[in-house]
């Protein structure tokens, strides 16, 4: 057994944290040293976690038409993708999409819009949408609707939303290469403003913008500075018509690398694959929760298809693995 990758797991297990220098260890990890690492990463998710994983599932309140120029982002209305802004989705269509979440085994399910922050008018119509949410039951309410203020987080806290997504995307020092509009320090702002409303953090990233594995490294630092309780892992899908569209899909065996990186440096928060981890990972789905993964997106993503959530379900089962909802009554 990989003697530093040991010594660094076991302060994990111990209780401590791994510092910077020690995730950069990690970082250069490859080769056979690479199963070493998964195998960690599997014992600390074990000690935390056990066999229980989570399922996450989200629905579009609308799309397109994004006024923000994210590079790697088919809903910004300043590329030329196949993505049109569109109407608002009704209750009644968010509803049937939270009873299929629920049919899926999810226990989140968040309504998520583009845009640089929510409208006065789009934060009120909200209220309706997350009351009748909130009758279906068994699902804890999430939002992802961009930056906000501590008064717009405690606005949807008083909704119901329990967890709100702002993913950070990538490290502070990488951010300007692929957003320009607003600043990560926004980012950072809107995460404090939802913990002080009282809502969970969840939030992460997408890999193989072009970023370092220090870029990797140091985003996982921030997020576990800010307290983020889940960690979405996206994974670069190049959409024709973005500034990214022409980038090769991320080797599978570095998507693993990232997740047990990520369960080592935060081994607390649920770690979830989401976006992109069909076309990354190919083959090898089943291997993100030996790496450390917690949590997985189910269902279609925004601009993107998912697989058939019963091949998810399948996958669970087959590892022994359990659903875990804390919302089931
Ligand atoms: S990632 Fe969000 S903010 Fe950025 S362009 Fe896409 S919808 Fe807009």
Same mark, same amino acid.
């Given at each position: 057994?990989? +003697?530093?990758?040991?010594? =660094? !797991? &076991? /302060?994990?297990?111990?209780?401590?944290?791994?510092?910077?220098? #020690?995730?950069?260890? @990690?970082?250069?990890?490859?080769?056979?040293?690479?199963?070493?690492?998964?195998?960690?990463?599997?014992?600390?998710?074990?000690?935390?976690?056990?066999?229980?994983?989570?399922?996450?599932?989200?629905?579009?309140?609308?799309?397109?038409?994004?006024?923000?120029?994210?590079?790697?982002?088919?809903?910004?209305?300043?590329?030329?993708?196949?993505?049109?802004?569109?109407?608002?989705?009704?209750?009644?269509?968010?509803?049937?999409?939270?009873?299929?979440?629920?049919?899926?085994?999810?226990?989140?399910?968040?309504?998520?819009?583009?845009?640089?922050? +929510?409208?006065?008018?789009? =934060? !009120? &119509? /909200?209220?309706?949408?997350?009351?009748?949410?909130?009758?279906? #039951?068994?699902?804890? @309410?999430?939002?992802?609707?961009?930056?906000?203020?501590?008064?717009?987080?405690?606005?949807?806290?008083?909704?119901?939303?329990?967890?709100?997504?702002?993913?950070?995307?990538?490290?502070?020092?990488?951010?300007?290469?692929?957003?320009?509009?607003?600043?990560?320090?926004?980012?950072?702002?809107?995460?404090?403003?939802?913990?002080?409303?009282?809502?969970?953090?969840?939030?992460?990233?997408?890999?193989?913008?072009?970023?370092?594995?220090?870029?990797?490294?140091?985003?996982?630092?921030?997020?576990?500075?800010?307290?983020?309780?889940?960690?979405?892992?996206?994974?670069?899908?190049?959409?024709?018509?973005?500034?990214?569209?022409?980038?090769?899909?991320?080797?599978?065996?570095?998507? @693993?690398?990232?997740?047990?990186?990520?369960?080592?440096?935060?081994?607390?928060?649920?770690?979830?694959?989401?976006?992109?981890?069909?076309?990354?990972?190919?083959?090898?789905?089943?291997?993100?929760?030996?790496?450390?993964?917690?949590?997985?997106?189910?269902?279609?993503?925004?601009?993107?298809?998912?697989?058939?959530?019963?091949?998810?379900?399948?996958?669970?089962?087959?590892?022994?693995?359990?659903?875990?909802?804390?919302?089931?009554?």
């Amino acid at each position: 057994m990989d +003697p530093v990758i040991s010594q =660094l !797991a &076991g /302060l994990v297990l111990a209780g401590e944290a791994i510092d910077r220098e #020690g995730a950069m260890q @990690l970082a250069d990890v490859t080769g056979e040293r690479l199963y070493d690492l998964f195998y960690w990463a599997n014992r600390v998710r074990m000690a935390r976690f056990g066999l229980s994983v989570t399922f996450c599932s989200i629905a579009a309140g609308r799309v397109g038409g994004c006024s923000e120029d994210c590079k790697f982002c088919a809903q910004s209305a300043r590329h030329q993708t196949h993505i049109q802004a569109g109407p608002a989705a009704t209750d009644a269509q968010l509803v049937a999409a939270a009873r299929e979440a629920v049919r899926a085994g999810a226990g989140s399910f968040g309504i998520v819009n583009p845009g640089r922050s +929510p409208s006065a008018k789009e =934060l !009120a &119509g /909200l209220a309706d949408s997350y009351r009748e949410l909130a009758a279906v #039951g068994s699902l804890r @309410l999430c939002a992802s609707l961009g930056c906000l203020t501590l008064d717009q987080a405690r606005r949807l806290c008083a909704m119901g939303v329990r967890r709100y997504n702002h993913n950070l995307e990538t490290s502070r020092r990488f951010y300007p290469s692929i957003v320009s509009t607003h600043a990560f320090d926004d980012r950072v702002n809107t995460l404090r403003n939802v913990k002080a409303a009282g809502m969970d953090i969840c939030s992460g990233g997408i890999f193989n913008l072009g970023e370092t594995w220090a870029d990797r490294v140091d985003m996982a630092i921030t997020l576990r500075e800010l307290g983020a309780v889940m960690v979405p892992l996206n994974f670069l899908h190049p959409i024709p018509g973005t500034p990214l569209a022409d980038r090769p899909a991320m080797p599978a065996m570095d998507v @693993l690398k990232v997740v047990a990186i990520y369960r080592l440096l935060l081994p607390g928060a649920e770690i979830k694959l989401a976006g992109g981890r069909e076309l990354n990972l190919r083959d090898l789905q089943s291997w993100m929760f030996y790496c450390g993964a917690t949590s997985a997106m189910v269902g279609n993503y925004l601009t993107t298809c998912g697989r058939p959530t019963e091949q998810d379900q399948a996958m669970v089962r087959d590892l022994g693995l359990t659903l875990r909802n804390e919302h089931q009554p």
